[in-house]
Each structure stands twice: as structure tokens, then as C-alpha cells.
């Protein structure tokens, strides 16, 4: 796990001076790699690549990057783990390679001299973002994981593409000059993260999740960030693998579902506990950390180090469901208990962090349970992937019931959503005169109805249940660019593919790779390899979601290694006390925040709508937790992007984005 940057100029702008400027670039990833660092420059070809190295496989010298393949045609700077490196590694000495170390490198350097970079790409299992640079044919090649786990930002200045695995790093380049992005920022304000197809700034874009990029310095003539952006191609589509997954399900009994998912589980994880540095994993006490740590310690002859969360708040406290998790399985737990003021504490780092503004409030307790784990191992397990693949969220087995009101006439639904929002019991007193199922009439009076109750159409549904609210002014509407909704069969599974295209790696992959890559702590993410995900969609919806359950087919997994009473209780998530941290010990922080909003001076936010937000939530007329949060993390983060001026023109940006703020706010 590293961090990558690089510059490729255009032939007109061939001024090598500015290849130099990689070693700044490099130099601000060092919290994703402490353990060394390497350049690599070619003044000729006007190419330039550094490298941040966090050292997990081959410590030696062997292991270092941006590394020059053997044949010395090929130079690459990578981020990330290839899992399967081991079985590529006997395949390609079998075909006559020989190596100097035993990295995951090397081996993957190797594969595209002999396969070519897309099928190489295909046979990697594992996250990455990557650079390729082939010094025959003058090409840089740049490559993304197949579900965005690892991040990889590309713009173009003055006729230099740059890339970066975060964004701080753009900033070190002379001439960067970023405009603030309102539709992003609206995304960001609705609901908590800003989606793949978008970036704060403008000009600026991430490669897509199975997406490459392959271009020479000829293309940089004329080109925008924009026209970059339509060249990539997709290596790996979860659209055609969703579709053609349920199209040909698995036509297996029950029983050989399960042990075929748990022979894939069972490789997955042995695969990422390879490390030459101390493992361990976080444990929540929830289905798919407890799942991954079965695993993890079923595979291991010695204790596996597990590491918790725990909030002072009983209501969101996990840690005693993980501890009994831990005490089952013989592991080696440490738990931490989570106050209002080591979060207040900590706040001031966050937007430094998500150099992108990040609204997902479960960020503190990722960041502190990174941090806890990172003082006694060097990578960590977790469970994320598993609501995603196998239906764990409560929209998913909610289906039904929002599948049943979509099917009702518009006009009834939104004056419906109107009495809700006035108070009126005449919604509530109408379900019982009809004659439904439990299972559809339970749930429908939910405070969350009001909202989808109007929704047009799936994808409105999908935005009105994923919202954090409307407290801001900015009316415009969201961005397209999202990838369409294959054919699929259920609604079901339709809103599980919408949370793997779009909130998967927008939020819960931003969030576990920032807060993780913050302490130098490399997290492995086994329930999201790819052959358990194509696996998953090809299972049918009723052994993901059944009874009123989710990851029906994972629990019976679980089954195998700890008793149900251990993990059978309602969801929880990584939730957050954050509406009650905001009324008590974050009430002065967040009032002198929202007392001088830079992004409502400037037009951006509607700031009496705001004030009204703040003091319901004050008063507990109204939850607004979420959408205050949103509010001041969105503050936070452009206050620290502005102080940036000193390298850049980032505080320029407010007077070229004032008068379109203005403008989207009426």
C-alpha cells in the first residue's frame, strides 16, 4: 500500500524543469508511505513518477519503487495489493521469468510483458491504482481496481497531465488552479460524499472503478481534462457482470451455495493475511467482520489481533457484542471507548484528511479505530463489501414494501407525503382501513416515507432514501454521469447495484482508504474480491434477502464457526451518536462554525434555511444530525482547501465560483 504520483508533458510543453516538481507531489503522500520513497525520471520522454512506499511484502531493497521491469521496457508506480501474486508468480516462471525478490511488483511487471496490460488486468486480484510507463512505445497507461478501492485523481495544466492518489498533491504543481465544483458540492451537502463520475474541482477527475487510461505525450497537444476523461476504457464492468450474473444463476441447492461461498470466503481471506508485517483486523461484532475474523482465525495458528470501537452511548455501543465475538474465537481484542471530546478532538483533522469535502460521520470512529489498530500491526482485515454484495442494508429488504408504493398512482402518494409532513394521523389511520400484508404495512408509517412517498421513478426513490435532507439552497439538480441501472430482475436487486456502482466506492471506500492511509494502516477488504462479488451476482435475491432479512446466505456461513446468538440482533452500522454529540460537547464548535459560513457568504448555502436546520435540531423538533454534519464538514473542508492560496490559487476559486453559486441558489 503506497501512494503514487506522476507528470507526463505534451511535446510543445516540454519544459523538463517542471518534471521536478514530482518530488513535492510525492512528498505529501508520505502518511500513505513512510517507509522510503523513489523518482523516477526520464527528461527526454517528459515523464516523471514518484513513489510513497509502505512496505507489506519484500522489505528489501527488491521492493522498491517505481520499478523498472526486467526486460527494461517497462517502469511502474502502483498502489495497492495483488493477492493472487503467488499463482501469477509460478505461471510466469513456468514460462520462463525469473525474479530478484518475491513483491507483488515484480510479478505484476512480469504479467504485462508477457500478457499485455488488459489482460493482465483481468487476472489480478486485488486493489490498486497504478502507472505504466512503456519506454518503447512512449505511452503512460494508467489502471484503477475493478471496485474503486484504491483512488487515483488526473487533471491537465498547461499541457502536463498530472495524476495523484490523493488530491493534496495537484496542489504542489505550479499553474494548478481549482474551481470549485457547485454540482459536486451539492452532492456532497445532499448526501455526504461526492460520487466517482464528479470531483470538487473542476478540471479535475478520478479514473473510474475498472476503468484504464492510456495516453502519449502527442495527446496532451489539445486536450482537456475532460476529453482525457472520454479516452479511458473499461477493463472490467460490474454492470455486464450484475447482468449476466442474474441472467445465469447458479443452479445449486442451498447447501452447495454455502459451501461454495464459504470456499471463497475461505480463499479470499487467506489470501490478504499474506504480509511481512503484523496482521489483524477491526471487529465490530456485525455480521461481516465477525465472518472475516471467523475466517481469519480458522486459518491461523496463532491468535488473530481484533480491534474495536466502542461509544460511551449504550444505544451505539458494539463493544460487548464484538468482545463476546473475540472471547468465542480466541482472538487477541483491544477495544476502545469513543467520547464526544476525542471526537471534538480529532475534527480538526478530517478535512486535511478527505481532501475532498466527506459528510460520512462514521469517519471519526475509522479513523480512531485505524489509529488503534496501527499501534500494534502494520495491515487489518475488515468486513466492508459485505452489505453491498449480500444485501445488508435496509432499503434491500425493504423492497418490497417500497416496490408496492412505487406501484401507486403519483398524485394520491404526494398528497399522502404532504399530510405526513404536516403531522396529520389521516396517513396512518388510512393504512389500517386497507387491507395489506403485515409485511407491506409494516414500516410504511416511517418518518423517511414522507420523502420517497413523491418519488417519481426507481432512480428518485433511490436518490429520496440516500438523502440527508434539502437544508441547503443549492436548487440545482444533481449531476447525471452516473452509470445506468442494468436490466435486472427485482428491485432489490436493482438498489443493491445502485449502492455497489455509486455509494461503495463514494463513501465507504473513500472512507476506510482515507482514514486507513491516514496512519500508514493498509485494510484489506475480503468480502470485495472479485470472485466473490461475481459469485454474488449470481446468486438469486431470496438467499440474499429473506424473512425480513438480509445476507441470508452469508449468516448461514457464519453459522459454521460461531453460534447464532452471537451475531443474530438488529443492525446497527458503524452508527455515530453525532445528533447528541452536536446538542452537548460539539455545540460551540459547530455554532462558531456556522456563525461565519464562508460557503453562504459566497452564495453557496441559503443561510436563514440553514439557521432553521441548526435550531430544530437544538430544540429536538427535528433529527437534523445528518444535515448538519454535512453543513459543517462541507465548511470545515473549504476553509482548509482556501488556506492552500500559499501554493496555489485554490482561494481564487471563490470569486470565478461566486456568480454560478449565486445563480444556482435562486
Same mark, same amino acid.
Given at each position: 500500500?503506497?501512494?503514487?504520483?506522476?507528470?507526463?508533458?505534451?511535446?510543445?510543453?516540454?519544459?523538463?524543469? +517542471?518534471?521536478?516538481?514530482?518530488?513535492?507531489?510525492?512528498?505529501?503522500?508520505?502518511?500513505?508511505?513512510?517507509?522510503? /520513497?523513489?523518482?523516477?525520471?526520464?527528461?527526454?520522454?517528459?515523464?516523471?513518477?514518484?513513489?510513497?512506499?509502505?512496505?507489506?511484502?519484500?522489505?528489501?531493497?527488491?521492493?522498491?519503487?517505481?520499478?523498472?521491469?526486467?526486460?527494461?521496457?517497462?517502469?511502474?508506480?502502483?498502489?495497492?495489493?495483488?493477492?493472487?501474486?503467488?499463482?501469477?508468480?509460478?505461471?510466469?516462471?513456468?514460462?520462463?521469468? +525469473?525474479?530478484?525478490?518475491?513483491?507483488?511488483?515484480?510479478?505484476?511487471?512480469?504479467?504485462?510483458?508477457?500478457?499485455?496490460?488488459?489482460?493482465?488486468?483481468?487476472?489480478?486480484?486485488?486493489?490498486?491504482?497504478?502507472?505504466?510507463?512503456?519506454?518503447?512505445?512512449?505511452?503512460?497507461?494508467?489502471?484503477?481496481?475493478?471496485?474503486?478501492?484504491?483512488?487515483?485523481?488526473?487533471?491537465?495544466?498547461?499541457?502536463?497531465?498530472?495524476?495523484?492518489?490523493?488530491?493534496?498533491?495537484?496542489?504542489?504543481?505550479?499553474?494548478?488552479?481549482?474551481?470549485?465544483?457547485?454540482?459536486?458540492?451539492?452532492?456532497?451537502?445532499?448526501?455526504?460524499?461526492?460520487?466517482?463520475?464528479?470531483?470538487?474541482?473542476?478540471?479535475?477527475?478520478?479514473?473510474?472503478?475498472?476503468?484504464?487510461?492510456?495516453?502519449?505525450?502527442?495527446?496532451?497537444?489539445?486536450?482537456?481534462?475532460?476529453?482525457?476523461?472520454?479516452?479511458?476504457?473499461?477493463?472490467?464492468?460490474?454492470?455486464?457482470?450484475?447482468?449476466?450474473?442474474?441472467?445465469?444463476?447458479?443452479?445449486?441447492?442451498?447447501?452447495?451455495?454455502?459451501?461454495?461461498?464459504?470456499?471463497?470466503?475461505?480463499?479470499?481471506?487467506?489470501?490478504?493475511?499474506?504480509?511481512?508485517?503484523?496482521?489483524?483486523?477491526?471487529?465490530?461484532?456485525?455480521?461481516?467482520?465477525?465472518?472475516?475474523?471467523?475466517?481469519?482465525?480458522?486459518?491461523?495458528?496463532?491468535?488473530?489481533?481484533?480491534?474495536?470501537?466502542?461509544?460511551?452511548?449504550?444505544?451505539?455501543?458494539?463493544?460487548?457484542?464484538?468482545?463476546?465475538?473475540?472471547?468465542?474465537?480466541?482472538?487477541?481484542?483491544?477495544?476502545?471507548?469513543?467520547?464526544?471530546?476525542?471526537?471534538?478532538?480529532?475534527?480538526?483533522?478530517?478535512?486535511?484528511?478527505?481532501?475532498?469535502?466527506?459528510?460520512?460521520?462514521?469517519?471519526?470512529?475509522?479513523?480512531?479505530?485505524?489509529?488503534?489498530?496501527?499501534?500494534?500491526?502494520?495491515?487489518?482485515?475488515?468486513?466492508?463489501?459485505?452489505?453491498?454484495?449480500?444485501?445488508?442494508?435496509?432499503?434491500?429488504?425493504?423492497?418490497?414494501?417500497?416496490?408496492?408504493?412505487?406501484?401507486?398512482?403519483?398524485?394520491?402518494?404526494?398528497?399522502?407525503?404532504?399530510?405526513?409532513?404536516?403531522?396529520?394521523?389521516?396517513?396512518?389511520?388510512?393504512?389500517?382501513?386497507?387491507?395489506?400484508?403485515?409485511?407491506?404495512?409494516?414500516?410504511?408509517?416511517?418518518?423517511?416515507?414522507?420523502?420517497?412517498?413523491?418519488?417519481?421513478?426507481?432512480?428518485?426513490?433511490?436518490?429520496?432514501?440516500?438523502?440527508?435532507?434539502?437544508?441547503?439552497?443549492?436548487?440545482?439538480?444533481?449531476?447525471?454521469?452516473?452509470?445506468?441501472?442494468?436490466?435486472?430482475?427485482?428491485?432489490?436487486?436493482?438498489?443493491?447495484?445502485?449502492?455497489?456502482?455509486?455509494?461503495?466506492?463514494?463513501?465507504?471506500?473513500?472512507?476506510?482508504?482515507?482514514?486507513?492511509?491516514?496512519?500508514?494502516?493498509?485494510?484489506?477488504?475480503?468480502?470485495?474480491?472479485?470472485?466473490?462479488?461475481?459469485?454474488?451476482?449470481?446468486?438469486?435475491?431470496?438467499?440474499?434477502?429473506?424473512?425480513?432479512?438480509?445476507?441470508?446466505?452469508?449468516?448461514?456461513?457464519?453459522?459454521?464457526?460461531?453460534?447464532?446468538?452471537?451475531?443474530?440482533?438488529?443492525?446497527?452500522?458503524?452508527?455515530?451518536?453525532?445528533?447528541?454529540?452536536?446538542?452537548?460537547?460539539?455545540?460551540?464548535?459547530?455554532?462558531?462554525?456556522?456563525?461565519?459560513?464562508?460557503?453562504?457568504?459566497?452564495?453557496?448555502?441559503?443561510?436563514?434555511?440553514?439557521?432553521?436546520?441548526?435550531?430544530?435540531?437544538?430544540?429536538?423538533?427535528?433529527?437534523?444530525?445528518?444535515?448538519?454534519?454535512?453543513?459543517?464538514?462541507?465548511?470545515?473542508?473549504?476553509?482548509?482547501?482556501?488556506?492552500? /492560496?500559499?501554493?496555489?490559487?485554490?482561494?481564487?476559486?471563490?470569486?470565478?465560483?461566486?456568480?454560478?453559486?449565486?445563480?444556482?441558489?435562486?
Amino acid at each position: 500500500m503506497c501512494g503514487i504520483a506522476g507528470i507526463l508533458l505534451a511535446s510543445r510543453k516540454a519544459d523538463r524543469r +517542471r518534471l521536478s516538481v514530482v518530488r513535492a507531489m510525492t512528498a505529501t503522500l508520505r502518511h500513505r508511505g513512510p517507509d522510503g /520513497s523513489g523518482i523516477w525520471v526520464d527528461g527526454g520522454a517528459g515523464i516523471a513518477l514518484g513513489h510513497r512506499r509502505l512496505a507489506i511484502v519484500d522489505l528489501s531493497e527488491a521492493g522498491r519503487q517505481p520499478m523498472i521491469s526486467h526486460g527494461g521496457d517497462l517502469v511502474m508506480t502502483f498502489n495497492g495489493e495483488i493477492f493472487n501474486f503467488a499463482e501469477l508468480r509460478m505461471e510466469l516462471e513456468a514460462c520462463g521469468h +525469473r525474479f530478484r525478490g518475491h513483491s507483488d511488483t515484480e510479478v505484476m511487471l512480469a504479467a504485462f510483458e508477457s500478457f499485455g496490460i488488459d489482460e493482465s488486468l483481468q487476472r489480478f486480484a486485488g486493489m490498486f491504482a497504478l502507472a505504466l510507463w512503456d519506454r518503447r512505445q512512449r505511452v503512460l497507461h494508467l489502471a484503477r481496481d475493478r471496485l474503486g478501492k484504491k483512488p487515483l485523481y488526473i487533471t491537465l495544466v498547461d499541457g502536463a497531465l498530472l495524476f495523484a492518489s490523493e488530491l493534496k498533491a495537484l496542489f504542489s504543481f505550479p499553474g494548478f488552479q481549482p474551481v470549485l465544483d457547485a454540482e459536486a458540492l451539492a452532492m456532497v451537502l445532499r448526501h455526504g460524499w461526492v460520487p466517482d463520475h464528479q470531483c470538487i474541482w473542476r478540471g479535475v477527475f478520478k479514473l473510474m472503478p475498472g476503468a484504464a487510461l492510456s495516453v502519449r505525450a502527442a495527446d496532451l497537444e489539445s486536450a482537456s481534462a475532460a476529453s482525457l476523461r472520454e479516452r479511458s476504457r473499461c477493463w472490467w464492468s460490474l454492470a455486464r457482470v450484475a447482468e449476466e450474473g442474474q441472467q445465469h444463476q447458479l443452479n445449486l441447492d442451498t447447501s452447495e451455495l454455502e459451501t461454495e461461498l464459504d470456499r471463497l470466503l475461505r480463499l479470499a481471506v487467506r489470501e490478504r493475511m499474506v504480509a511481512d508485517v503484523p496482521l489483524g483486523a477491526f471487529l465490530s461484532g456485525g455480521i461481516d467482520s465477525a465472518t472475516v475474523v471467523a475466517l481469519m482465525q480458522a486459518q491461523s495458528a496463532r491468535p488473530v489481533r481484533t480491534f474495536t470501537i466502542g461509544y460511551r452511548e449504550r444505544q451505539y455501543d458494539e463493544a460487548g457484542d464484538a468482545a463476546r465475538v473475540a472471547r468465542h474465537l480466541g482472538t487477541e481484542h483491544t477495544e476502545f471507548h469513543l467520547s464526544a471530546a476525542e471526537a471534538c478532538a480529532v475534527i480538526p483533522e478530517l478535512p486535511g484528511i478527505w481532501d475532498e469535502p466527506f459528510a460520512d460521520e462514521s469517519q471519526i470512529p475509522t479513523l480512531l479505530v485505524s489509529r488503534l489498530a496501527r499501534q500494534h500491526v502494520t495491515v487489518a482485515l475488515t468486513g466492508d463489501g459485505g452489505d453491498e454484495c449480500f444485501g445488508g442494508y435496509a432499503r434491500h429488504f425493504s423492497a418490497a414494501r417500497l416496490a408496492f408504493m412505487l406501484g401507486l398512482p403519483l398524485a394520491p402518494r404526494r398528497a399522502a407525503a404532504a399530510l405526513l409532513m404536516s403531522g396529520s394521523k389521516t396517513w396512518e389511520r388510512l393504512l389500517r382501513a386497507v387491507p395489506l400484508r403485515a409485511g407491506v404495512r409494516r414500516g410504511l408509517s416511517s418518518p423517511k416515507l414522507a420523502q420517497v412517498l413523491g418519488a417519481m421513478d426507481e432512480r428518485e426513490l433511490y436518490q429520496r432514501l440516500t438523502s440527508l435532507g434539502s437544508a441547503t439552497a443549492l436548487a440545482h439538480p444533481e449531476a447525471g454521469g452516473a452509470a445506468a441501472v442494468p436490466p435486472l430482475p427485482d428491485l432489490t436487486a436493482r438498489l443493491m447495484y445502485r449502492d455497489m456502482a455509486g455509494y461503495l466506492p463514494g463513501d465507504i471506500l473513500v472512507k476506510l482508504d482515507r482514514a486507513s492511509m491516514a496512519v500508514s494502516l493498509e485494510a484489506r477488504c475480503p468480502l470485495l474480491d472479485h470472485r466473490v462479488v461475481e459469485f454474488a451476482w449470481r446468486l438469486p435475491t431470496t438467499v440474499k434477502v429473506r424473512n425480513g432479512k438480509g445476507k441470508w446466505l452469508l449468516r448461514r456461513v457464519l453459522r459454521r464457526y460461531i453460534p447464532e446468538a452471537l451475531f443474530e440482533r438488529p443492525k446497527h452500522g458503524f452508527d455515530v451518536p453525532v445528533g447528541t454529540w452536536l446538542k452537548g460537547p460539539l455545540r460551540d464548535w459547530a455554532e462558531e462554525v456556522l456563525a461565519k459560513p464562508m460557503l453562504g457568504r459566497e452564495g453557496f448555502l441559503d443561510l436563514d434555511r440553514v439557521k432553521t436546520c441548526w435550531q430544530e435540531h437544538i430544540s429536538g423538533r427535528r433529527d437534523r444530525a445528518y444535515e448538519v454534519w454535512a453543513i459543517l464538514m462541507t465548511e470545515a473542508w473549504f476553509s482548509a482547501a482556501c488556506k492552500l /492560496s500559499t501554493r496555489s490559487t485554490a482561494a481564487e476559486a471563490v470569486a470565478d465560483t461566486a456568480n454560478a453559486a449565486a445563480s444556482l441558489a435562486q
